[in-house]
């Protein structure tokens, strides 16, 4: 126990936050309303929780909202909000995919600050129109990949930065899963079927709800930019309506490869998301199933092992860190780290300034690139899996 | 993702609570007050943070306690908060042993309830008065062993009282750190000063900050008791006045033999809390550091691995689950289930009843055990390593 | 310990055995006489260890061998030992790559078995050359694929056989290593500086060395066949003739697709040869660093550790294992069961008949097979890194 | 691939090697075999290996032993090999624990080296006629603690040595097994027959069995000398003659302490021999199933993993390797590792001097330490567990 107080104290001045979506019998509403507790940055004041008015007042209720704040659609929850003195100053979207998009923008438009789940959108183009509208309005726009929350991660890419690990030339990515290896979205799971269902995900299936994950962890990590992709997306669950394999090969601009395997029917696997990378200097490896560890192996050197909170932390990481090392952080750590960078960022526009340089969070322009990996990929793998432009 | 909705999702009317050390600086307090967040149940509302006046006036003001109810001692927010009509329902203990019991005593007798950081307190004979103020009083008492809030230790728990793993034959249980290898509190580290000083402590340095952790887990799970003990504690840092090294041997009733290691100088250790419990049918192990895993064995069959919210979690486990398998949850989580089990313990005296029979804490009656175990492994060891009876 | 008698027990009448290749200064050699030892079925008696006569000469004093049988050239030895009546029943060729085909043909030819390092040749047309050779001769020919001789890669095998994975979907191989990361070619290494070498090597590289080994090994555990592949090879270290990185996706015959990834730079690995195979009904993992494991899971059931030698362990496993489980048995023992299984072959094809249907080796149509994956990849790759047919 | 030739090669005039024990049906006798076999240098060419004429007139015949050169017994052996001109140099003793000390007795008397078997003995009293007939004679005695020949051991050995963990302070070192949690001896397991039985094993059963091998594990790698011990001998097994699990307590010379637990009823263990070393500097861990493996940490610093072969490898690792690292050797490896350095020593007792200073072997000394270790263990455990002086 290198024993510091926690590096993610309260401090006064919570900040008025809404939700769109996330209302009884949904999964991760509740996972971000845990990861903006944990901090203490954020009162959770508003909401329109689901898109039945019934079931939207019954969740607001449930979760202290004041019945008067307890909206029936986002659309309202805006409008009344932006006229409130005491209006929200942010919303977190936790919708469907398809509602990402038009929420948004009802909640850009009214001056507030957004936080929305990924992928950001169904289609590049709304991407493209949330990017410009950002760029106008001047507001926060954070995108909940949350596995860039991750101490290690921090410290992944901060190491690749200080070039640790040389010239990159290879990234090997993965997120295989097994809960949809049979066809539960038949079978009564509210999650899997909006997850397989084109008109609420798009046309992405396993691309759009972990490979855009796998995806954008290589780039946060790396900072490489794609040129372009190959892709083989497979249903191979029969009668599945979207793809619920993914295999990729990728090339980077500058000349590194990459591999992306995303999958729902890894018979054997959770969440096994694991990135590794190799540069001409170094090369490490991390899993998010054991997220407090990163193999870091310089060439020539034994591997050694860095842990979160302990010997080989870099600053990084520490900066982003609860408790000691040995004592495990997860996954709603890693998520309220988003929601603490959120903080940051909002409470310097409210001061009219910008973040601090250190403030890192997954942006709108991320999202977009997301967008259009899942575009080519699409593209690639309908053309009969061939190489395809990114961007 | 076998993805439902999280398990501890807020109610409404959360419990209004106080603090008792845990101002600036300090560790263990940020780690109690996520832990009252991450399901929120409680409103942190008064605060004694510090025995320094001062700077637990500015503790609760950056915690956005307000400044009537900044207490410069527990004496005094004890009899102010019982005066006010709005007065704290419960208070957090989290300072240096040696102030639990004084704490204690004063909240119990104010008629509010009592979430007490271990060991309970520095001597037996105060644990044995608190044992009887608390049923006096009919007060919740819960005491933070923080590690029974574990998912797969609540399943390793319902296990072995299922008979899964037979009569039990073999506890093998150690918590190894390195963190007072060299002499840390001669170099200015706060936690390291009052770990080491008997007078803040009690008679026992690692045994009583991690060996009774270790000691409390194996029981929990188990269900054994204790017959009698032999310990050799050592303080292997030249200068050092309370052990540093624990090594005991247990004899439980029944048969059952024990072997406990706590260390704080095993070079390598961050919080290496390990339980291993093997029967006449089966065995398992289960290691803090990745705390979502239980290694099963059915004697005969495989290795089994059994995770946090995937396949063979128990119905125990998932009770105290908040995300889906191969998502991890962590050290906070763990710690916030004992706040969740301590707010359902309280609801129920709410409205005059007792929690449900599956709402579990460690007791009041588990502290003073706790302290018999100190007691008698300091006696043994004082008496050249001798066998001890317990309690 | 679940303790028994080695399985693999000496026994009378040892088959006398030649080998080409393996001089002093070299590698898999020596591999290939301990791994002939093991099981004490042959005696090495004689050689023509070198294309350098001298060292041939030395090498075989070395190593025992009687100076009338160290020869200068294979040709030589075949004709000389061909015509003895005590002549070599099998010989063992360990030569770099392009004289494996010669020295095969020269021994088939004179009535000898051959055991023959991978891959079989350089091109395709010689290994149709000696498939044909091999039905005409009836010689046993035995391909020193090793990893198919670790015991929980024949229980995979025999698993999937079994349907216990159901219909395969995934292949997942990886072969990392890192000793090519910076340009040892260069620097005095007669290992690197062969397998760089066009013109000792072949066409590739990395695809040769290692890559054919991740490719039979997924074919022998599945019995998939491939239709066809994507090949994207690549020298990553400036100035290297031949690629030191694969990346391969595959589609098997029946739907199943793969995806193949070999690389010499990848920093922080050994020999990480690992295979991931999953079904309509479960998968699996093995890794051969770690080769006594086989972690298998049943859909919806928790993951199992099936160990050599322990419980779980199948028929086809325990009829290779040497010691009981626990005792890790490695590289060198999983080798010398294909020197094992060359012995049962050759010890039937003496008394004329063939040998039993457990005996399993890689053979001379695996040797093609792998010749045509090579050459499809390296067209692929040459061709812009699009789909071509394998075989 | 850090590409080498193996450090093992045979070399000419193999030494002539007789074995007791044994026959068919036995375990360890096979294994001492292929130990003797694959670095090349024995020759088995006679054999006492039945204490049943018939059966090992047999079982020599199986090995390819010359008929006349099958003994009914070790007597007859030892005296008919030391009157022949080729007699044997060298005989492995392979017995059950009663027959070690007649039948080394017998060969030393003869001239012959001894290769034998652990425990040494079964009383403290033969061990140290042993020791001082050694010492008569000045014969080779190899006592076959066969894990002091796994590579990463050698290493921690010379770590030790070289000050890399500073002062010891902790010893923790286990062996766990399973195989006896029922009462295997009663359902026709020869092994566990023996084993159990006094009269065969002598007082002690798990400590003989495994507990000696733990004991000198931790001795050969620290080099610390016990100063005495306490001990608790239990047989769990209802009806069991000799225990079947042990707990020890330790302390060294010069005030390091350590923790010894050996069990045969830990249900999920196999040979789950594991040491843990902890000085003032640094601490490692080693764990016999995975035996390439070595977890170094240095004080503040993060955990290292050395391997065989690979980075990290120290010379007195590399000097007893034979495969590149990333391939796995293992308890055959070890094992034969012992043989090799026997016929070092042996061979330099052939030419009249002795072993350089590099052969490392456990020695007839290493064997009253262990018969001293089990007496004492016993004692104290027969008086109440109470501190016992060793040796």
């Known amino acids: 126990m290198a024993i510091e107080g926690s590096k993610q104290e309260t401090q006064a001045g919570r ?16 996972v971000h309303r845990i990861a903006a507790r944990i901090d203490d ?37 805006a409008r009344a909000e932006a006229a409130r003195p005491d209006g929200i100053e942010a919303v977190s979207i936790v919708t469907p995919n398809h509602m990402h998009a038009p929420a948004a923008k009802a909640f850009l438009q009214a001056g507030i600050h957004v936080i929305c789940d990924k992928p950001i959108t169904t289609t590049v183009g709304e991407a493209q129109e949330l990017v410009d509208l950002v760029k106008e309005t001047g507001k926060v726009f954070v995108l909940t990949h949350n596995y860039t929350g991750y101490p290690m991660i921090r410290q992944a890419r901060a190491m690749v930065a200080a070039g640790e690990l040389g010239d990159i030339r290879l990234v090997q990515v993965e997120y295989p899963q097994d809960w949809l290896t049979e066809r539960a979205e038949l079978s009564g799971s509210k999650q899997a079927e909006w997850r397989t269902d084109p008109k609420r995900s798009g046309a992405g ?5 972990i ?24 249903a191979f669950v029969p009668g599945r309506l979207l793809d619920d394999d993914v295999q990729i090969l990728l090339r980077y601009k500058g000349g590194a490869r990459g591999m992306l395997w995303a999958s729902q029917v890894a018979v054997g696997h959770e969440n096994g998301l694991k990135l590794r990378v190799y540069g001409t200097k170094g090369g490490f490896e991390w899993v998010q199933a054991d997220p407090n560890y990163l193999w870091f192996t310089r060439f020539g050197q034994p591997k ?3 842990t979160r909170g302990g010997n080989g932390a870099w600053p990084e990481a520490a900066r982003v860190t609860r408790v000691p090392g040995g004592h495990p952080e997860g996954y709603l750590e890693g998520f309220a780290t988003i929601y603490a960078e959120a903080a940051r960022a909002i409470r ?15 942006t709108v322009e991320d999202g977009l690139k997301g967008m259009q990996f899942i575009e080519a990929a699409v593209a690639s793998s309908k053309s009969g899996n061939v190489w395809t432009k990114v961007g």
């Open 15 to 30: 900040i008025r936050l809404g939700m769109v979506g996330g209302g009884q019998g949904a999964f991760i509403g509740a």
């Open 41 to 77: 940055q954020f009162d959770l004041v508003a909401g329109a929780l689901s898109s039945d008015p019934a079931r939207a007042k019954a969740s607001a209720l449930d979760l202290g909202i004041a019945a008067d704040r307890a909206y029936g659609s986002f659309e309202e929850m």
């Open 205 to 209: 299936g396993a691309i759009g709800d």
């Open 211 to 234: 490979g855009t994950h796998a995806y954008n962890l290589a780039a946060f990590v790396t900072g490489l930019e794609t040129d372009e992709l190959l892709a083989q997306l497979t």
């Open 304 to 306: 050694q092992l860095f």
């Open 348 to 362: 310097a526009a409210r001061e009219g300034g910008s973040a601090d340089a250190d403030v890192i969070y997954p």
